[in-house]
């Protein structure tokens, strides 16, 4: 086995690069970062192309070997792409059947929301919060909801994963 592979997914300014960073820093996993933020910090826009390539990084770096503590996956890539485009593209589909994790935590937004440049959703997120828990059950991905303060997530998060990495 290549490791455990944790990933944290869920609407913009839900908690996903926080809860992540803590995972890895509480129980010594790798933290992978976000790719987009670094690809797009160089561009002022981006189009559909630009989603592709964000996608085959970000899943290329995903795949590492060891303990992951993934900022974002292939779900956050169908769902953008879906939002921004009303469409999926194929290639990001075809990652998403192929990315194999152990674990997704779906971050809620229930915490305030904190401006970005690059975030683009700041009055949508319970409706992109809905949208990704149906996506994970139709893809029948293991996942538990991250709700609350910073606190109650790392609770659910120990507890959670002394269970699945017990079993």
């Given at each position: 086995?290549?490791?455990?592979?944790?990933?944290?997914?869920?609407p913009?300014?839900?908690?996903?690069?926080?809860?992540s960073?803590?995972?890895?820093?509480?129980?010594s996993?790798?933290?992978?970062?976000?790719y987009?933020?670094?690809?797009?910090?160089?561009?002022?826009?981006?189009?559909?192309?630009?989603?592709?390539?964000?996608?085959?990084?970000q899943f290329?770096?995903?795949q590492?070997?060891?303990?992951?503590?993934?900022?974002?996956?292939?779900?956050?890539?169908?769902?953008?792409?879906?939002?921004?485009?009303n469409?999926?593209?194929?290639l990001?589909?075809e990652?998403?059947?192929?990315q194999?994790?152990?674990?997704?935590?779906?971050c809620?937004?229930?915490?305030?929301?904190e401006?970005?440049?690059l975030?683009?959703n700041p009055?949508?997120?319970?409706?992109?919060?809905?949208?990704?828990e149906?996506?994970?059950?139709e893809?029948g991905f293991?996942y538990?909801v991250?709700?609350g303060?910073f606190?109650?997530r790392?609770?659910?998060?120990?507890?959670?994963?002394?269970?699945k990495?017990?079993?």
């Open positions: 086995m290549n490791g455990v592979k944790i990933a944290f997914t869920g913009e300014s839900s908690g996903k690069t926080t809860m960073k803590w995972l890895s820093e509480h129980l996993f790798d933290f992978v970062e976000e987009a933020r670094e690809y797009l910090s160089q561009k002022t826009d981006y189009n559909r192309e630009d989603l592709n390539k964000i996608a085959i990084e290329r770096r995903n590492a070997s060891g303990n992951l503590a993934i900022d974002t996956e292939m779900l956050v890539m169908k769902l953008w792409h879906e939002e921004k485009y469409y999926c593209s194929d990001i589909l990652l998403l059947e192929r194999k994790l152990d674990f997704y935590f779906l809620k937004p229930d915490i305030p929301w401006v970005d440049p975030r683009e009055l949508d997120r319970d409706r992109l919060f809905v949208k990704y149906e996506t994970l059950i893809q293991d538990v991250l709700k303060t606190i109650e790392q609770e659910k998060i120990i507890e959670t994963l002394q269970i990495l017990l079993r």
